[in-house]
């Protein structure tokens, strides 16, 4: 597909952000602890190993509502990576034997064994969405073993080592679907189910192995002409029974483009408002979207020149982020230092704020009060006033666990979204009691966390 016909231009920042996101964190070092349990986001294992391992999925659910014309036409493209092991080796000095090692210096960089990633694209052929039904369009998806080396040679040009990169092969399917939407409106559900069908390695020793059979940060983008995507987040009034009917397992549709547009959306494992933009202030990728590209650019500033070394010798991105900080010229520097995006001309009022009250006020609800709810502990009805003794069991929360044995008095009960009760007190012998009152700072137990004191 070509770049002048290729619609999912506009798409592409927000997309390179999710497929790598997590893919090397700060400090961007191979050594560091949070680089240790890589692979986070999109991963899609073998279907035996998710079989065993409910904390492992092995395919993706994606379910959209169009609001189509009489020649509307879909377009999906899947993107991911496939890992790529990375081994260091040692060359002998007459440089014709190679053996593997857990790291190598060459001229100050610190090569070390590192998994690597390979960026794919499968583009599917575009589709009419009228008339709706029929057998679900299918795609293979094949990822090739591969194996290369790549010579390291000092600055004299000898060969004092080798990098190997291997992929593993990795298969799977994207299946999409057309069926008319829940609710009387004339909308069609598109579904795009992307799977592994890759067959359970014999090397499935760890996560790792597997991740090598894996398709890693998955994500679908969808296109339409002729057409119009309903946002799921916000669709309009004769849309919501038909996106009440839609189930995304696994990932998050959202419309892309500029505000207002509706012919392209990005679904990725990452939730996501509609219409997601990278910051124009944005120098470049950090491979870590959810953080502050300033925060982020000072703390490489922080590493020493050993730690650059390793960072460099790490990943080619963690290289570039490394180099990118070290030559940011000031003017980037104070672009990265906030925007704000909401001026209004001079002169102009702010626009009155409407009062916005607690979800636990009485004004909101009248049947509830915290102030004067009531639960019940040992057969004693608990409320304001009632002196308890605090026994916290319920989390592993040094803070609370300090507080055992304390005495306190109720202030009020609460109950949570999901219905769940917890008991507010202030303590006793604590000199800032009536001041928390005051502000109404309360610490919050389970019902089964005190014992009420006669």
């Keep these: 597909m070509s770049t002048a016909s290729d619609p999912f231009v506009a798409a592409r920042a927000v997309a390179d952000a999710v497929l790598f996101e997590g893919y090397v964190l700060y400090p961007y070092r191979a050594s560091a602890q949070k680089n240790q349990l890589r692979w986070q986001f999109g991963v899609l294992v073998p279907p035996a190993w998710a079989a065993v391992d409910p904390s492992e999925r092995s395919a993706m659910r994606t379910e959209v509502v169009i609001d189509p014309g ?19 080796e040692s060359a002998s000095p007459a440089g014709d034997a190679f053996e593997p090692v857990d790291e190598l210096q060459v001229d100050g960089t610190r090569w070390v064994p590192w998994d690597e990633a390979i960026e794919h694209q499968i583009d599917l052929e575009p589709m009419a969405l009228l008339p709706v039904g029929g057998e679900p369009r299918s795609h293979p998806v094949t990822l090739p073993e591969s194996q290369t080396t790549e010579l390291l040679t000092d ?15 990795v298969e799977g399917i994207v299946r999409v679907t057309t069926g008319w939407a829940d609710g009387p409106s004339a909308l069609v559900k598109v579904a795009v189910e992307v799977s592994n069908t890759s067959p359970r390695p014999a090397d499935d020793a760890d996560r790792d192995a597997m991740v090598a059979h894996s398709l890693v940060a998955v994500h679908t983008l969808l296109a339409v002409r002729d057409a119009a995507f309903v946002s799921l987040l916000d669709p309009p009034a004769m849309a919501v029974e038909a996106v009440s009917g839609c189930g995304n397992d696994g990932t998050f549709p959202v419309l892309i483009g500029d505000e207002g547009d509706a012919e392209v959306m990005l ?51 963690a290289a570039a982020i490394v180099d990118r900080c070290d030559d940011l010229p000031p003017e980037v520097w104070s ?20 009062e916005v009250l607690p979800w636990w006020d009485p004004g909101v609800d009248s049947e509830v009060d915290p102030w004067t709810d009531t639960t019940w502990v040992g057969g004693v009805e608990v409320g ?17 666990l300090f507080l055992a044995g304390r005495t306190a008095t109720v202030a009020g009960v609460f109950k ?19 001041l928390f009152e005051w502000q109404r700072r309360y610490l919050y137990f389970h019902p089964d966390e005190v014992e009420v004191l006669t």
């Design 70 to 88: 009489g020649d509307a036409t879909l377009t999906v493209r899947v993107r991911c990576l496939q890992v790529q092991h990375r081994q260091i």
């Design 155 to 169: 600055a004299s040009g000898a060969v004092v080592g080798r990098a190997v990169r291997r992929c593993r092969p």
């Design 267 to 317: 679904s990725s494992p990452i939730i996501l408002y509609d219409y997601p933009a990278v910051a124009p202030e944005s120098a470049g990728d950090f491979c870590d979207a959810t953080e502050i590209d300033e925060i982020l650019a000072l703390r490489v500033l922080t590493l020493t020149d050993e730690e650059k070394a390793e960072a460099r010798g790490t990943d080619a991105r």
């Design 335 to 354: 672009r990265l230092h906030g925007a704000v995006r909401s001026l209004r001309p001079l002169g102009q009022p702010d626009p009155p704020e409407p």
């Design 384 to 400: 304001k006033g009632t002196p308890v003794r605090l026994r916290p069991s319920r989390r592993a929360d040094a803070h609370d």
């Design 416 to 434: 949570d979204v999901d219905g769940a009760e917890h008991v507010a007190v202030t303590l006793d012998d604590d000199p800032a009691a009536e």
